[in-house]
């Protein structure tokens, strides 16, 4: 397989338009052209990522830092919409085994979790943690949307204290979370 771009089209290409043309030729066989997404001019502002964040988003976050609402706030991206949306809330009554329970095990997700432990001193402390979940068995399509579009998002969420990145249950274990609060 091989695959050959001709340098007099470069110039007209952005970044975003040379991924969603490489998503769509990994996701479909030959014959369908490389670049034949197009984007509607309101979604330059984005360009960058191709995703909106939704309102709620934000919202539930602040509601999980300031108040501390939630136990966890796990996000989706809805391609159709091509913006974030919130997909699940947790209680702050939920342990850390209701929020990996509820990761899927073959599809991408963000999630925050607010994490409460004791130091060494006996000090009740907290750290909010980013999570990009990317399993091994989600589409290659959902992992580069997902990548390309954590930076963005992140940047949306002002907060988060440490910032993981786990292809698999073992790299959020419960263990990891300990260690990496400290």
């Known amino acids: 397989l091989s695959l050959s771009l001709s340098l007099s089209h470069l110039g007209s290409l952005s970044l975003h338009d040379f991924f969603i043309g490489a998503l769509d030729f990994l996701d479909r066989s ?19 990522s191709g995703m909106a964040v939704h309102d709620e988003c934000k919202l539930k976050f602040l509601e999980l830092k300031a108040k501390r609402t939630y136990r966890f706030i796990i996000y989706k991206i809805e391609e159709k919409q091509k913006q974030v949306i919130v997909e699940k809330v947790g209680e702050p009554s939920e342990t850390y085994e209701d929020f990996t329970a509820n990761l899927p095990a073959d599809e991408c997700r963000y999630a925050i979790y607010d994490f409460d432990f004791m130091t060494q001193e006996n000090v009740p402390k907290s750290r909010i943690f980013f999570i990009a979940w990317s399993p091994d068995t989600s589409r290659v399509r959902s992992k580069m949307i997902y990548a390309s579009s954590k930076d963005r998002f992140k940047r949306e969420l002002d907060g988060i204290q440490i ?20």
């Open 30 to 48: 030959p014959p369908f052209p490389l670049f034949s997404y197009t984007h509607p001019p309101e979604d330059m502002a984005n360009a960058a």
């Open 163 to 182: 910032e993981l990145q786990a292809t698999d249950p073992t790299e959020i274990g419960l263990d990891v979370i300990r260690s990496r609060a400290n």
